[in-house]
């Protein structure tokens, strides 16, 4: 199974901050990492695909980037909505594995 | 807009099979997709299950192959999941997913299950 390991498990910023959150695959995964978000009692809402492909209705402030093993969200500019846990996702192959989430609070 | 809602029993016994459908709207099931389930125990982070396809393939993960089974049902347009001799362990929300490309666009509300006596 391919391991993703996201970073940190949790941060605290405020509204208006750019944060990055990472997640590191074990072994190369090219460009198959997608990345959700997550609010309690909420389903997931995927964001990113294709590690860098922003899904419609999504806000332009999110991004992403990366390939291979290592890759990045940053969200610039974060806005109240925007505090939920993010999760990093490989579809290179079966089975497909998530990171453990990070979980992004108001400071 | 397409829809899926799962449902099923909210509580379970140990070493009973846990039983869950989906069922899909604003789409057909028979369309060039993967359908997946993937749970959530509370409080912590999200595990894939496996997924079908509309002709039936299933890949199912590793660490749960030798219990699960996921069913389409064409006429429908449901899925189902099965999941036998559940513990306490497969407590969780579990959510039916369209896999679209290789991501998860589109997901059920989630369904929260309890193994419990």
């Known amino acids: 199974d391919i391991q993703m390991t996201q970073s940190p498990s949790s941060l605290s910023a405020s509204v208006g901050d750019s944060v990055t959150i990472t997640c590191r695959a074990s072994?190369?995964?090219?460009?198959?990492l997608n990345w959700y978000q997550q609010k309690p009692e909420k389903a997931p809402k995927l964001l990113i695909s294709?590690?860098?492909s922003l899904q419609s209705g999504v806000p332009s402030r999110f991004s992403g980037s990366g390939s291979g093993t290592d890759f990045t969200l940053t969200i610039s500019g974060l806005q109240p909505e925007d505090f939920a846990t993010y999760y990093c996702?490989?579809?290179?192959?079966?089975?497909?594995?998530f990171g453990q989430g990070t979980k992004v609070e108001i400071k | 807009q397409m829809q899926l809602q799962e449902s099923g029993p909210g509580l379970v016994k140990p070493s009973e099979t846990l039983s869950l459908t989906c069922a899909v709207s604003?789409?057909?099931?028979?369309?060039?997709?993967?359908w997946s389930w993937v749970r959530q125990p509370p409080g912590k982070g999200l595990e894939w299950i496996g997924e079908?396809?509309?002709?039936?393939?299933?890949t199912y993960s590793p660490s749960l192959r030798s219990r699960v089974a996921i069913l389409v049902d064409r006429s429908k347009n449901k899925l189902s999941l099965k999941l036998t001799s559940v513990t306490a362990a497969d407590t969780a929300a579990y959510y039916c997913?369209?896999?679209?490309?290789?991501?998860?666009?589109?997901w059920g509300q989630g369904t929260l299950v309890t193994v419990s006596s």
């Open positions: 997913v369209r896999t679209f490309a290789s991501h998860f666009d589109y």
């Open positions: 604003g789409g057909s099931i028979s369309n060039s997709h993967w």
């Open positions: 996702q490989q579809s290179y192959n079966t089975p497909r594995t």
């Open positions: 072994q190369t995964i090219r460009n198959y």
């Open positions: 294709g590690a860098s």
């Open positions: 079908i396809y509309h002709n039936g393939s299933t």
